[in-house]
């Protein structure tokens, strides 16, 4: 079956970095479109950053973009996201997912990892 498994998370004070790695199986890697989601306390899920099936294209949501990077081994069936200028308001749990385009959205399908939490304090 489908397993997404996220790590990296952990407690990082404001300007540090982090990186975050996702372990996908039960699914051919390479030829889906890969997502890394954060949903804060209280806050609905929210879309961080997509990469395409080869790396070709990522797209990125405006509060991250220029500090957050996300990229792909699909040798290695591993979608990261590194975390660059982390601000408190990046904390969060981050989850790992499958998209596909519909129109100029990128929408979620299938399951979800268990997360790993981001905190950025001080």
């Known amino acids: 079956q489908v397993q997404l498994v996220e790590s990296g998370g952990g407690l990082v004070q404001p300007g540090g970095s982090l990186r975050l790695s996702c372990a996908a199986s039960g699914f051919t890697f390479s030829s889906v479109s890969m997502s890394w989601y954060r949903q804060a306390p209280g806050k609905e899920r929210e879309l961080v950053a997509v990469?395409?099936?080869?790396?070709?294209?990522?797209n990125y949501a405006d509060s991250v973009k220029g500090r957050f990077t996300i990229s792909r081994d699909n040798a290695e069936n591993t979608v990261y996201l590194e975390m660059n200028s982390l601000k408190p308001e990046d904390t969060a749990v981050y989850y790992c997912t499958r998209v596909v385009k519909a129109g100029s959205r990128w929408l979620p399908f299938g399951s979800w990892g268990q997360g790993t939490q981001v905190t950025v304090s001080s």
């Open positions: 990469v395409t099936t080869k790396g070709e294209r990522t």
